[in-house]
């Protein structure tokens, strides 16, 4: 039997499910990983090999029914595999990644996305990009919970995600660091392929519905719009951070 791993039974830990986002804490950050609940029901190749990373990491592993899964998580979209993780892990702070950039920066903001679906979406977008960091308030905007890991599919576990207590205070930052910062705003008068972002760029995106809000946006170095050429006239906050972020890579691979 293993033994219980200090913080376990403290109150300080939390749940994440689905396979990327489990697969992906065991092999990066295996001690951070409490229990592993596999589903009894579950008997296939993604089982087995959380099982033997679990193994591997000496990892509490527990065959569990279904239906006890949905109660602990709240849902069904599980996929048959949850783990209890270490809460307590320190947070990282702007200053870290901005010590730490070894080329030049690639960041998202997000001021005040609620939903945690496209938090998660933004996440997985940023990590496909290669940003170094998802900054965010953490007042009035969502935070890092089950769903949004689960449906960042490993990308919570990959990419920075940094709460600040004063958004503009940190767009200030980033500017002091040299980065220049571009505010997505559908008034804007350049678009996005009018803008040059080979040097170190922060895009910044608004919440769903309303965009920026007015300090964020008078923080900001420069407008941006994404040319629309439908009927609609918005798009999903992670669909617009796609866009931004890989014009960005585009013109540094131009």
Known sequence: MNTPRSGEHRGDSKLIYGFHAVLARLRRDPEAVFELYLSAQRHDARARDAAKL???AGVR???IESDRLDGMVGTRRHQGVVARVDARRRELKLTDVLDSLD???LILVLDGVQDPHNLGA????????GAHAVVAPKDR???LNATAVKVASGAADTVPYITVTNLARALRQMQEAGIWVIGAAGEAEKSLYQIDQRGPIAWVLGAE???LRRLTRESCDEL???PMF???ESLNVSVASGICLFEARRQRSA
């Open 54 to 56: 679990a193994e591997a």
């Open 61 to 63: 592993l527990i065959q």
């Open 103 to 105: 080329e030049q920066a």
């Open 122 to 129: 933004c996440l997985r977008v940023a990590d496909a990009a």
């Open 141 to 143: 905007a969502v935070g």
């Open 209 to 211: 519905g309303d965009g």
């Open 224 to 226: 941006a719009k994404i």
């Open 230 to 232: 439908g009927s609609v």
